[in-house]
């Protein structure tokens, strides 16, 4: 395996895992099993109004299970399952399968096609193939810290840190709170359970403004990269069931590299979940690869990052 190759795929998973995280735990509202929705009765609320209760009631939410589907244009297509915790931090296991793109042809030359994420606090650990272990001293951990994450990627690297040691369970909730369009679509069953439908478009860069910890001048340079990216608008759609509980949530929006669309489904909510950082001796650190490896420069998924 080229050493380009093994910088392309470490920068490409970075981007990849952590997105991944964030959208998996910042879109999970969710609730411990029921209990606080226990005895409801259906009452007709406003748009706003339901999202504002789901997002209460959400707000005190433990723990999912998860799963997802991703695609952006011909650059990846992407499953990822797993369980994942924001008690404490984000914590969890979620595996990440490409299934098309041009992150599944390079993924095959990394000698796999899926690889498990492990999210803790401060770093999250993505579990590697014995090929690309060959290339990294027989390691197959790789670490990476989401402050060192904060500097490869600029203002979206601080974002995506933010966003990552921040991430609450109500967070699409607070998408379409922050839509100026928000409306309730209908009454639909997801996999045999009764929800409402509701939908909405926000702007990107002013949602950051309200979800993240970024000062100004990184907001700024959050927004110059969002548009750079062709990312301005974002396609937000929830399904809550009676239990104020996400049952599902889908995103869209238009890049770059192409359409991206985002659907995930949660279950089984109140679910242990325990994550516990790798063998240090199994353990390779992204920072201390990239200066091994040299400086990446152009196609390595950087557009990816913002």
């Not at 910088?7 to 970075?14: G, K, M, N, P, Q």
């Not at 209990?35 to 609320?45: F, N, P």
């Not at 060192?148 to 699409?172: E, F, H, R, V, W």
């Not at 509701?198 to 990269?225: F, I, M, P, R, W």
Request: hydrophobic letters at 35%; proline letters at 2%; one cysteine or more.
């Amino acid at each position: 395996m080229k050493s380009t190759t093994v910088r392309r795929v470490t920068l490409s998973i970075a981007v990849v895992a952590a997105l991944t995280g964030v959208a998996a735990c910042g879109s999970s509202d969710s609730g411990k099993d029921g209990d606080k929705a226990a005895g409801k009765t259906s009452i007709q609320v406003s748009p706003i109004a339901a999202l504002r209760s789901a997002e209460k009631s959400t707000d005190k939410a433990d723990s999912a299970k998860v799963r997802s589907t991703t695609s952006v244009g011909d650059l990846m297509s992407m499953t990822a399952n797993g369980a994942l915790t924001w008690e404490d931090g984000l914590k969890g296991n979620l595996t990440i399968t490409y299934t098309g793109g041009q992150m599944a042809e390079m993924m095959k030359k990394a000698g796999t096609q899926s690889m498990e994420a492990r999210y803790l606090p401060d770093a999250y650990y993505a579990h590697m193939s014995d090929a690309y272990a060959q290339q990294t001293g027989g390691k197959h951990w790789l670490k990476y810290s989401y402050d060192d994450l904060a500097k490869l990627g600029g203002a979206s690297g601080s974002y995506m840190k933010d966003q990552i040691q921040n991430a609450t369970p109500n967070q699409s909730v607070k998408l379409l709170l922050a839509s100026q369009d928000v409306k309730k679509v209908g009454e639909e069953n997801i996999s045999g359970v009764p929800t409402t439908h509701y939908s909405g478009t926000v702007n990107v860069a002013d949602l950051a403004g309200k979800t993240s910890n970024l000062d100004a001048e990184q907001l700024s340079a959050l927004k110059k990269q969002l548009t750079q990216a062709g990312v301005t608008t974002e396609t937000v759609d929830i399904w809550i069931n009676d239990q104020d509980l996400l049952v599902k949530k889908s995103e869209k929006a238009d890049t770059a590299n192409g359409a991206m669309t985002s659907t995930t489904f949660y279950t089984d909510y109140g679910v242990k979940v325990a994550a516990e950082a790798p063998p240090a001796g199994d353990t390779k650190d992204f920072a201390d690869l990239l200066k091994s490896g040299g400086t990446m420069t152009g196609g390595t998924g950087s557009g990816t990052v913002s």
